[in-house]
């Protein structure tokens, strides 16, 4: 497994080398040894599946308070997503900077939300899945999100945004007296 940091301290890209043969195809799906260093000595307690119909369709932008903040590990199994980490850090040099990679099912390729940071995507394909690896169980209590169309943080969303969420479409906006997440 290969990883690539990004301007983005603790988001990464991990990269894992898909060997095809006359039958398909066989890749390294987790490691818990090679990804010792982006775990922290956290493990991986919980695995989420999500189906996204509609091309266009946000989900996010998402995180968990402390003490249920958590790495996330995101995957495409199927179709293609524009997938979004937001630094929501106080005090970090990226703080509300964003970074987008694009996951695909062909791909291998995962990108890694660490604690303090929010979590997003939208779905380029129909039937877009996502696999997420979490080092934190769902805490309700503890979810929370700013909004994905906040224009204070002009996330560049490939296509307009369809289909979100009650939830997320009454997400809050960042403005001056938002400070950012303390671990
Ligand atoms: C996240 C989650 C939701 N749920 C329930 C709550 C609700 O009834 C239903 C759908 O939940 P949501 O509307 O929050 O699903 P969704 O908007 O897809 O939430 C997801 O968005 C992306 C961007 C992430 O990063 C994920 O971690 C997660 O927050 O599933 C669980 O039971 N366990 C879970 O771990």
């Known amino acids: 497994m290969k990883i690539e940091?990004?301007?983005?301290?603790?988001?990464?890209?991990?990269?894992?080398?898909?060997?095809?043969?006359?039958?398909?195809?066989?890749?390294?799906?987790?490691?818990?040894?090679?990804?010792?260093?982006l775990l922290g000595g956290r493990r991986i307690v919980q695995i989420n599946h999500s189906v996204t119909r509609a091309p266009g369709t946000v989900r996010g932008m998402h995180f968990q308070h402390a003490p249920h903040a958590e790495t996330k590990f995101v995957r495409c199994l199927r179709g293609r997503a524009w997938d979004v980490a937001l630094d929501l850090r106080a005090g970090s040099p990226t703080f509300l900077k964003w970074r987008a990679h694009e996951l695909d099912a062909e791909q291998a390729d995962m990108l890694v939300i660490?604690?303090?940071?929010?979590?997003?995507?939208?779905?380029?394909?129909?039937?877009?899945?996502?696999?997420?690896l979490h080092t934190a169980a769902y805490a309700p209590q503890a979810e929370d999100g700013v909004d994905a169309a906040d224009p204070h943080l002009a996330i560049a969303w490939p296509l307009p945004l369809a289909h979100r969420s009650p939830r997320d479409i009454a997400l809050r906006r960042v403005d001056r007296d938002f400070k950012g997440l303390v671990p």
């Open 114 to 132: 660490p604690p303090g940071c929010a979590h997003g995507f939208q779905a380029l394909e129909p039937d877009t899945e996502l696999l997420y």
């Open 5 to 37: 940091s990004t301007p983005i301290a603790d988001v990464v890209v991990v990269r894992t080398e898909r060997r095809g043969d006359g039958r398909g195809a066989f890749s390294r799906f987790f490691c818990e040894e090679e990804l010792a260093d």
